[in-house]
């Protein structure tokens, strides 16, 4: 069994420039919990997700300095731009993953959940050339066992 077998083809996908506020309109509205987002010519630039929007309302982790030798060193100062980035973002490329694990069609339902409950990725973009063909979420591995087709 591959990811053509339990992927969904009819993929709504998003533009960079989408507002943030227009996409999570968009996700309630198609019942999802993510989207890929694409350019003018339909060609993958990353995902955003459920998590991406609500990422918006965490806390910010303050960089720790670390006084070794009366040498300050800043620690953790370039995961704090990126934090502050997301959560200050206006748009979908402000909080979008730019580099997603994404799938092919052709691979196998084992490394998919290998790839779900090991790695954490519940949300799998299926490419080929650069174009999103399908996508692969935990509720179609759900699906193919409650059809049988699986396990």
Do not use: C
């Not at 998003?14 to 227009?22: A, C, N, S």
């Not at 339909?42 to 990422?55: H, M, P, R």
């Not at 691979?107 to 779900?116: F, Y």
């Amino acid at each position: 069994m591959i990811a053509e077998n339990i992927m969904t083809s009819q993929v709504s996908s998003v533009f960079p420039t989408l507002e943030i506020r227009e996409l999570a309109i968009f996700l309630v509205e198609k019942n999802i919990s993510g989207a890929p987002v694409v350019d003018d010519q339909g060609d993958f630039l990353g995902i955003v997700t459920e998590e991406d929007l609500i990422f918006q309302d965490k806390k910010v982790h303050l960089p720790t300095f670390l006084n070794l030798f009366s040498v300050i060193i800043p620690l953790g100062v370039e995961q704090t731009e990126e934090e502050l980035i997301k959560i200050a973002g206006q748009q979908v490329k402000d909080i979008m993953q730019k580099e997603p694990r994404t799938i092919s069609k052709n691979t196998t339902i084992e490394d998919i959940a290998t790839l779900m409950s090991e790695d954490k990725h519940y949300y799998l973009p299926v490419l080929e050339d650069s174009k999103v063909v399908g996508i692969v979420t935990k509720r179609d591995l759900i699906k193919a066992v409650a059809k049988g087709k699986i396990w």
